[in-house]
């Protein structure tokens, strides 16, 4: 079936099974390597995107359910100045180890800004929740988005 979606400002015309899962139209049709994929499950957020700037698992979210919904990804975040506050703060307080988990960390954080331009401490635990990263950074990435917050 034939969809449009926009994607980071970018309209893209698409003839794929309504049930596909965005995470996999974004990474395996589209090339966008960002998004990671995780758990499968929508649990861990490694596969976390903007949709309407909502945090939302791509891994579970189907095609067919975007509709006119407009997308962002790690590759667009930067184009919303509190994701670009976000990423700028990351590389000053060098939080990623690994960096899997990272792209679904920066953009659950953006939405976090987004929605609460001076989180406290509690703000950032319940808007990171549902973020898992296995190398336990979660202490960089919450100075970083306090550091975000106060830039």
Known sequence: MAYKITINDHIYELDLEGEMPLLWV???VLGMAGTKF???RGLC???TVLIDGAPTRSCITTLDSIGTSVVVTIEGIHKIPSGQRIQDA???LDVSQCG???SGQIVSATALLN???KPTESDIDDGMGG???RCGTYQ????AILLAAAG
């Open 140 to 143: 960089r990435i919450r100075n």
């Open 26 to 28: 974004l990474r395996d």
């Open 38 to 40: 995780g758990c499968g």
């Open 100 to 102: 899997y988990c990272q």
């Open 90 to 92: 990351w590389l000053a």
């Open 115 to 117: 929605e609460k331009s």
């Open 45 to 47: 957020g490694a596969c």
């Open 131 to 133: 973020n898992i990263c």
